[in-house]
């Protein structure tokens, strides 16, 4: 198979992915993964200043990138109990407690 | 020491006693008219103190110096009453009172006094001397006043005993080394006239302790000594108590350590020397040395030297037949007989001659005294003189004085130089004149800058004529220069001579010098032998200077950039608020109305609430503060969650 005829597929691969995605998707999971690319792309921007000006301060870029991660993994979670449990109210309520419990890590390390 | 019953130990202590007497002992000094004079004034000073113990020793030294003690009667009155609950100055001013064998009454303060006095009796711990003193006092008063019995009184101190009776050990609390104890208890027994067996065995003990007897130890104190010599003599002599006899090593002992202690200048001690003396004078006269004394120990040449023989009060020497001979005179460090020995001719105890010997110098005098075999030997010294000439300083690029340029005294200031650096060396030649070649002649420099000296000898050189010729020549060489400490500079050049045969010693002052160095080297030697921990500790030369590495403050980047990653992360976030609408995000299902608004809405303020406390704590708040307002906020939160939830829930279900 040619490069170009390679290409072609991908495409038509990440089109009927999408289309997948948004007929059978509800919407609490696409406000979820929403959340959770823009999680990502924060994630993403703090590792790349860090590689660009240094750790320094170290425990800020910590604080920062693990928030990120923490936030992901939560935000993860919920979306599996979203998707798997009815009790909807009993999962976001469980996802905040555990996001105030992660702020309140972050800001005690940001320095 | 004295008294034996036995017959041949009789025999055998005149023969030693003959033999003794034989050469009587002989001390180069004794108590002069001056000292007399002196003593006079401390016992006048002493009257009019305001210590008791002073005036009491003052009215002592003053009787005994046949002085006038009048002034005493009233003084010491005067003490007593002003502080008549002292047992001392009570004690000390009767004692006074009694010396002065004054008639007074001491008015309202005697009955206080008495009391002083019986209470210090009856006093415990320390108090044998507390005893003492009103013993004494009471014996001033005529005895029996305040103590019942004397005798009784004398025998409780003796006490003081050892168990067979032989010796008067020291009271309690008094050192062995010291023998005050057995002097005041010696006090006592001349003050009471108590005679007793226990006080003979006493008083013989008390004189082994005199410095000279066999067994003793020279190096009691000699005021301690003066004291046992007068209590003793006053117990044996007054009391009329057992023959005691001081030997005349003894006597001689006591006698220079007596005058030695003569230039005392308090009241105490001045009685101390004074009775003794007086006492070992009068008492014991066969132990008594005789004062041989040069009256001038230093002569010009050709005067008249005198020659006294006194006893130690400075008095004449009577019943001795014989008087003073000059045997022979030698000069210091020549053969014998090298002066015809004049003869001393005189009455009196003071005795002259003309000097015959010549040249200047320490002679030696050998002296014969009443005939005795035994010479004794004085030391004259004759002087003359001197001064310095044909003197020469001179800078020279040897050692030899003349091989380089001479200049006259004085130099003047800036005229004459001399460099360490061209290896020259200064030198200056003098000549003595007079009878006396100098012992010690010195060539001195001083840095007019800092005012240190150096000094160099001189030595006796044939490079002048005459006998008295001298050298110094200083290279200023490596050594020299550390003398001189590397200063350069201005030095005044002086030279200092001097001799026992010198009316006075010659210091000349020969100018200014400008004297040239070369710098301080660095130091040649190490602080160690072995390094002690490090290697750098026998190091010559400083370390290296720390210099402390602070921490560097880290790279920060240009704020242009983290500006920009700020925009992206917004860009993140406008992206997402953008995104929302599109992936059907509502608020169709918050609730419009009723308590389950409020509760919703309260649910998000909680929460609001809660960021806020965060963000507080991140900037200003204290950990156990932010915990302190978490708690109650957080608790808050699950409740109000918890309702907000409920009612969704049972929303949901209708």
Known sequence: MTPAASALDIRGVGKSLLAEYRKAANTQTKIVDLFLAFIVAT????????????????????????????????????????????????????????????????????? | MASSSSPPVLAIFFLVALTLNQVTAQVDSFFSKADFERYHGIAKAALESRSPETVFFGTKLSKALGGDVSSVCTSAVGLISDNPDDLETVAYGMGALKEASCEVS????????????????????????????????????????????????????????SEDGSVLSLPEGMSDESTDGTFQLLEIIAATKVTSKGIKKTLERAADLLPGAEGSDD?????????????????????????????????????????????????????????????????????????????TPVIKEGAVFRVECRNILGGEISGRSGGVELEKVVALGQAADSVTPPRL??????????????????????????????????????????????????????RAHLDGKLYQVPLRGGQVKASALEGEYVSA?????????????????????????????????????????FVAVVSLADEVQAAF?????????????????????????????????????????????????WESDTALSPLPEIHHQFRQPERRPNAVLPA????????????????????????????????????????????????????????????????????????????????????????GTS
């Open chain 2, 485 to 533: 400490g590397h200063r350069s500079g201005e030095y005044q050049l002086s030279l200092v001579v001097g001799d026992v045969g010198f009316d006075k010693p010659l210091e000349q002052d020969l100018g200014a010098l400008n004297l040239t160095f070369s710098s301080k080297p660095a130091v040649s030697h190490a602080l160690y032998r072995k390094p002690l921990l």
């Open chain 2, 219 to 295: 190096e009691v104190d000699a005021g301690a000594d003066a004291t046992l010599l007068s209590a003793l003599a006053t117990a044996v002599a007054d009391a009329g108590g057992p023959n005691l006899s001081v030997t005349p090593a003894q006597g001689e002992a006591l006698a220079r350590i007596l005058l030695k202690m003569k230039g005392t200048a308090s009241a105490k001690g001045a009685y101390k020397v004074f009775a003794a003396l007086h006492t070992l004078a009068t008492k014991f006269p066969d132990a008594a040395p005789e004062a041989l004394v040069l009256a």
């Open chain 2, 429 to 469: 030649a003098f000549t003595v004149a007079g009878a006396a070649i100098p012992q010690q002649a010195f060539f001195k420099f001083t840095n007019l800058a800092t005012n240190s000296e150096i000094l160099f000898a001189a030595k006796r050189s044939g490079i002048r004529s005459g006998a008295g010729s």
């Open chain 2, 106 to 161: 001491l008015g309202a303060a005697e009955t206080r006094a008495m009391k002083t006095l019986k209470s210090g009796w009856g006093a415990e711990g320390g108090s044998f001397r507390c005893k003492r003193l009103t013993l004494l006092a009471d014996l001033a008063l005529g005895g029996g006043k305040i103590l019942e019995n004397v005798e009784t009184a004398v025998k409780n101190i003796n006490k003081h005993r």
């Open chain 2, 564 to 651: 920009a990653f700020t925009f992206l992360v917004a860009l993140a976030l406008t992206a997402f608020f953008r995104y929302l609408p599109r992936v059907g995000a509502n608020l169709n299902g918050f609730p419009s109305g009723g308590m389950a608004l409020f509760w919703n809405i309260a649910w998000l303020v909680c929460l609001l609430m809660v960021l806020f406390l965060f963000t507080a704590y991140w900037v200003f708040l204290k950990g156990m503060t932010t915990l302190k307002l978490l708690f109650p906020l957080g608790v808050t939160t699950l409740l109000v969650g918890h309702r907000a939830f409920v009612g969704k829930v049972k929303a």
């Open chain 2, 345 to 398: 001719e005189g009455s009196g105890g003071a005795l002259e001659a003309t000097f015959t010997g010549s040249g200047v110098g320490v002679y030696e005098l050998s002296l014969k005294v009443g005939g005795k075999d035994a010479a004794v030997k004085r030391f004259l010294v004759v002087q003359a003189a001197a001064s310095l000439i044909n003197i020469e300083v001179g800078v020279s690029p040897s």
């Open chain 1, 43 to 111: 994630g993403v921007l703090q590792f790349l200043y860090c590689a660009l000006v240094g750790t320094f301060p170290f425990n800020s870029f910590l604080s920062g990138f693990f928030s990120c991660v923490g936030m992901f993994a939560l935000t993860v979670s919920l979306r599996l109990q979203l998707s798997s449990e009815k009790n909807v109210e009993k999962a976001f309520g469980e996802y905040t407690f555990c996001c105030l419990l992660l702020f309140f890590v972050v800001f005690n390390f940001i320095g």
